[in-house]
């Protein structure tokens, strides 16, 4: 044929700058479908962790020291679903960044911080739940509701000025084309941000989780045995009991969390870590879509929250904890 069709017409982002980047086209049902799905996505994940949210913040009986902490998971899972997911969305399926190079330096540095926060959130955890099971008299002392709130608020903190940090740093930009938004890290940063945000984190959880499952798996032997002897349980035995499901429940967000995260570093350390990639893509939407699964994981395993949640919507103002 000696013409082009409409359809298979060359589409670029930025049609005036000789340097822009190509527009994949897409059918009209394609783009309906998809923004109507990721929409979809964000407004479950930003509604999900809202109700933890108002649970948590609202309710003084819920105010302890591992709540404190869902909480702050929470609170970045909920900037994933009203930020990240939106900015995201646009970028995959218009497959051009249209905010800018500053939107884009900051977009990364939030997606950096949500990251590595929620990641330190899930230590914190890790580390709560090893002083309950593990040290359960010291437990009350050493873990004050008060002292949670310092650390976590020191660790978004640190998190900050490492996320910052990384995207000051990052300066060797090498765009291929105008209307993308990707920061090319040094090899060095890499390797930096893979032990420090990764590798380290997830090696200290799971060591931890290792030793509370197994203590937690003594405990709730000696508390079975006994109650099948006929014996009086203390209020210690069934407070220890309530800990070491609390661990478990835990432990299976920190278990979801980690098999979300694992395939995406690993192609950190490969050249198909380009945006670009469909594999790519699949592996940072999985990320994405773990923000909204924690609360399902709270729905299904803690009655408190089902408790809560039924009394938000329906606006009660009697709150009991099962």
């Known amino acids: 044929m000696g013409y082009e069709t409409e359809y298979h017409k060359t589409h670029f982002c930025f049609p005036a700058n000789n340097s822009s980047c190509i527009k994949t086209k897409r059918s009209t049902y394609e783009y309906n479908i998809m923004y109507v799905f990721f929409s979809l996505l964000s407004v479950w994940t930003v509604f999900l962790n809202l109700l933890v949210i108002i649970s948590i913040s609202h309710f003084k009986k819920l105010h302890t020291p591992t709540n404190m902490l869902i909480l702050s998971l929470a609170v970045a899972d909920l900037f994933v679903g009203l930020i990240v997911m939106p900015l995201e969305a646009i970028r995959l399926i218009e497959t051009c960044w249209y905010f800018g190079d500053t939107i884009c330096r900051l977009f990364i540095l939030i997606l950096g911080l949500l990251i590595s926060t929620s990641l330190s959130n899930l230590v914190l955890i890790a580390v709560d739940r090893y002083m309950a099971v593990c040290h359960p008299l010291l437990y009350p002392q050493k873990i004050t509701t008060t002292r949670t709130i310092i650390i976590i608020s020191v660790s978004w903190f640190c998190c900050s000025v490492y996320s910052i940090s990384l995207v000051l740093t ?4 090498k765009y291929t084309c105008y209307g993308e938004c990707i920061i090319m890290t040094t090899f060095a940063w890499t390797i930096i941000d893979l032990f420090v945000s990764f590798l380290f984190p997830c090696i200290f959880i799971i060591t931890l989780y290792l030793r509370i499952f197994y203590v937690a798996h003594l405990q709730v032997k000696v508390i079975n045995s006994l109650m099948r002897s006929g014996k009086h349980l203390t209020e210690g035995s069934v407070k220890r009991k309530s800990e070491s499901k609390a661990a478990l429940t835990l432990g299976i967000i920190v278990t979801v969390y980690l098999f979300s995260w694992i395939p995406y570093y690993s192609l950190t350390l490969t ?51 099962e």
């Open 271 to 321: 050249p198909i870590t380009r945006m670009t990639s469909v594999v790519a893509y699949f592996m940072l939407w999985m990320l994405y879509i773990n923000s909204g699964l924690n609360p399902l994981i709270y729905a299904i395993f803690y009655p408190w929250f089902r408790t809560s949640v039924k009394h938000i919507l329906n606006l009660s103002k009697i709150f009991a904890i």
């Open 170 to 173: 990052t300066s060797h930009r």
